[in-house]
């Protein structure tokens, strides 16, 4: 079975551009999360989604960010404009199966590495 | 509110020997805990959890973890390193709703 897939791996743009980025969950997962991960700050929760709904957005860092779940197995992280401070592995991360009690366990993709100049 | 502090930020040791990693937690109620292992340039991977069973919890890998509540910890260790356990490991603690609390990460090398 496919892991949790993301793109792109790597994101090189400009101070201005619009960012998006993509996951596709673990298929039969209900919980999907996108993380953030910097030298400086760790690891951070930015969104989390139950069942397609945004559940928790607290960690968005600023209205520069969204992300969408349009259905069960898609979720775009965009960033618009971005800035250098952007810049960051971001991860999604899946969960629970549908009719499953969640465990804490999280299955993550491997990453996209953005760079913004 | 839930955290966990990861005593090391980077630990070494030479392959054989043991593994020690530390990890204390705050938790205002009884948690869920766990172990996550990132190696460069991949995702996590759960390595182990612990949620009220058993307080010597066994994962991945030859990896065990033991609960102690009167030292708040839950320090992951493993007999014997080998050089494919390089990796940065992150204590976790569970939160409010469905969310996880990492703690700073422990990289941890391994010589030969």
């Known amino acids: 079975d496919a892991g949790v897939i993301q793109s792109p791996r790597h994101e090189v743009t400009e101070m201005g551009q619009e960012v998006t980025l993509r996951c596709k969950p673990i298929?039969?997962?209900?919980?999907l999360f996108w993380y953030r991960q910097t030298m400086m700050r760790g690891l951070e929760l930015l969104i989390y989604?139950?069942?397609?709904?945004?559940?928790?957005d607290s960690g968005m860092p600023e209205d520069r960010f969204s992300a969408k779940m349009p259905n069960a197995s898609f979720s775009t992280l965009k960033i618009q404009p971005s800035e250098p401070r952007d810049s960051a592995v971001y991860f999604c991360?899946?969960?629970?199966?549908?009719?499953?009690?969640?465990?804490?366990?999280?299955?993550f993709g491997e990453g996209s590495r953005l760079t913004v100049l | 509110a839930q955290s966990v502090t990861q005593l090391d930020s980077h630990v070494s040791v030479s392959e054989g020997t043991p593994v020690l990693l530390r990890c204390n937690y705050s938790?205002?109620?009884?948690?869920?805990l766990f172990w996550y292992v990132q190696h460069p340039n991949k995702g996590l991977q759960l390595l182990l959890k612990?949620?009220?069973?058993?307080?010597l919890v066994k994962g991945i890998n030859g990896f065990e973890a033991e609960f102690k509540k009167s030292e708040t910890s839950f320090h992951l260790t493993k007999p014997s390193a080998h050089m494919s356990d390089a990796a940065e490991y992150f204590c976790?603690?569970?939160?409010?709703?469905?969310?996880?609390?990492f703690g700073a990460g422990t990289i941890l090398r391994v010589k030969s």
């Open positions: 991360a899946s969960s629970t199966p549908r009719g499953g009690t969640y465990t804490g366990e999280l299955f």
């Open positions: 298929s039969g997962h209900n919980s």
């Open positions: 989604f139950n069942n397609n709904v945004p559940i928790d």
């Open positions: 976790v603690v569970s939160g409010r709703g469905n969310k996880l609390v």
């Open positions: 612990y949620t009220s069973a058993a307080t």
């Open positions: 938790s205002s109620y009884s948690p869920s």
